[in-house]
């Protein structure tokens, strides 16, 4: 089994910075990208930011320039730097996990959620 779980949301003011974590652990071989999906209330889910292992990099529109997703592979752990938020990034923060298992089958992973509130 894997498991994904987030930290670092919290409550910010626009302008702030928060740094969420993800760390996936379990039976895993290898993780061929990891993300960052949000989720806003009454709203879909939409994609922030994803990080393929040895990709290039991809960001929404909406957050290039301010957010930056990097990983540590040793730690099968993203990250997502978010710098200079504004109101409309609040949302509930998922992360995720294009992953191969330690029997080499392919998996999809979610974590629970993280929430982010940026205040005006």
């Known amino acids: 089994q894997v498991r994904l779980v987030e930290s670092g949301g919290g409550l910010v003011q626009a302008g702030g910075s928060l740094r969420l974590s993800c760390a996936a652990s379990?039976?895993?071989?290898?993780?061929?990208?990891m993300g960052w999906y949000r989720q806003a209330a009454g709203k879909q889910r939409e994609l922030v930011a994803t990080?393929?292992?040895?990709?290039?990099?991809n960001y929404a529109d909406s957050v290039k320039g301010r957010f930056t997703i990097s990983r540590d592979n040793a730690k099968n752990t993203v990250y997502l730097q978010m710098n200079s938020l504004k109101p409309e990034d609040t949302a509930v923060y998922y992360c995720?996990?294009?992953?191969?298992?330690?029997?080499?089958?392919?998996?999809?992973?979610w974590g629970q959620g993280t929430q982010v509130t940026v205040s005006s």
């Open positions: 379990g039976s895993i071989f290898t993780i061929n990208a």
């Open positions: 995720n996990a294009d992953l191969l298992t330690v029997v080499h089958r392919r998996a999809y992973y």
């Open positions: 990080i393929p292992s040895g990709g290039i990099t």
